[in-house]
């Protein structure tokens, strides 16, 4: 059974950082790119940054480069998200999401097959 289970949310004053886990099972990380995506109250949902788990390449968001990294660790088969000069317009319910590309990782929703539950980040003072 394919699952991503994300953890490491909670609520911050702005410029505090935060590092957000994604456990997968069921699937081999190796194989699949995991991308990170956000949800704000009565926005749609986003693409914030991804990662290939093959060689590591990346694509971000233009509103997290230089605060936002995204890591790997195959062995343990969990993607990392650290989130570093957080800013209230980071705040949102933040998902994983795995998905398999020929080229390096994208953005778009469509091109991920399994999410995780969300978990929630609060910036806030």
């Known amino acids: 059974q394919v699952q991503l289970v994300e953890s490491g949310g909670g609520s911050v004053q702005p410029g505090e950082s935060l590092r957000l886990s994604c456990a997968a099972s069921?699937?081999?990380?190796?194989?699949?790119?995991i991308g990170w995506f956000r949800q704000a109250p009565g926005k749609e949902r986003e693409g914030v940054l991804c990662?290939?788990?093959?060689?590591?390449?990346?694509r971000y968001v233009d509103s997290v480069k230089g605060r936002f990294t995204i890591s790997r660790d195959n062995a343990k088969n969990t993607v990392y998200l650290q989130m570093n000069g957080l800013k209230p317009a980071d705040t949102a319910v933040y998902y994983c999401?795995?998905?398999?590309?020929?080229?390096?990782?994208?953005?778009?929703?469509?091109?991920?097959?399994?999410w995780g539950q969300g978990t929630q980040v609060t910036v806030s003072s």
């Open positions: 990662i290939m788990s093959v060689d590591g390449r990346t």
């Open positions: 069921g699937f081999t990380l190796d194989d699949y790119a």
């Open positions: 999401a795995s998905g398999r590309f020929l080229g390096n990782c994208g953005l778009a929703q469509r091109e991920y097959s399994y």
